[in-house]
């Protein structure tokens, strides 16, 4: 693995677009991490950090960021934190799992000026990309997306079980007309020898391309979230009804809840477009029965609606 013990601190940062499936990589490279200190950095969009409490990892070293974007109102944010742990008792390597509304090339900025301080080393950066959704959005988002994923080392077309062999050639082929060196990997469940993530990609970084998400773009204009914590299950038949309502406007759900038919079962919840699941996440749920988020475009989430909506799983009505 390429992990170094002495020297800067290895970077690997992981990007992609709302429900692409950054946290299941993450997730896999601290499993396959063979006992080495590895710290992650979990940056949602939203007052409630969901992927924070998704990430297998100690909570010494699982460090949330939350309430903005790590790209641009969280930046300084991360550095300081960084630093600290440089000077303290250095990992062995960062992790960096950027929202889904970061743009990559922003957040390289920030890498950067750490690595010209000599605390740390741009390794390799990440990009996750859902390959079953990116048929489905406009052109504006594909452009976007195309190019987040040419700023970016090695992109993982995630999913790629739920397309057909066609798609995925047309999707590969209109990624590599637009980038250079990247590297891409058909994956599902972001299933990669963890040896290639880590990887050093290249030369050493010294400078990176600017872009739409250069530093002072605030993505609160574009994107919003809501989001809601309880200590009290919900009914599960009102939750369904819930998430018919939100199926239609919201890019991203997720989430920790428990129904009142089995309080004690607490279960994570995943909204991607039309795609819903509800899964075990086996290790009996923590901290408050229910946290829940939503994240849409600036003005299509409306938040009196959502409020209501929720309220009757509450109420079971």
Known sequence: MGIERNGPVPVVTVGGFLGA????LVN???AGADGRRIVVFVNDFGAVNIDHDLIEAADTDRIS????????????????AVVRFCRDVPPEAFVIEASGVSDPRSLDQSILALQSAGHVRLDNRL??????????LDYADTEL?????????????????LVDAGQLRRLEAELE???GETVFRRTVRCDLPVDLLFEPS??????VDGGAGAPGENHGDTFQSWSKTVDRPVEREAFERFLAQISGVALRAKGRI???????????????GPRISIDDPGDGGSGDICRFAVIGRKNELDVPALEAGFAHCLRGR
């Open 21 to 24: 499936g950054k946290t299941t």
């Open 28 to 30: 896999r490279m601290l």
């Open 65 to 80: 960021l939350k309430n903005g974007c790590v790209c641009c109102t969280l930046s300084e944010d991360l550095v300081a």
């Open 127 to 136: 990009y996750v990309l859902d390959a079953d959704r990116f048929g489905a």
């Open 145 to 161: 997306l195309i190019d987040h994923a040419a700023a970016c080392d090695m992109v993982l077309i995630n999913k790629s079980d």
């Open 177 to 179: 007309r637009s980038t």
């Open 202 to 207: 290249g030369p050493p970084r010294t400078s």
């Open 258 to 272: 428990a129904f009142a038919d089995a309080p004690q079962q607490v279960v994570s919840f995943h909204l991607v």
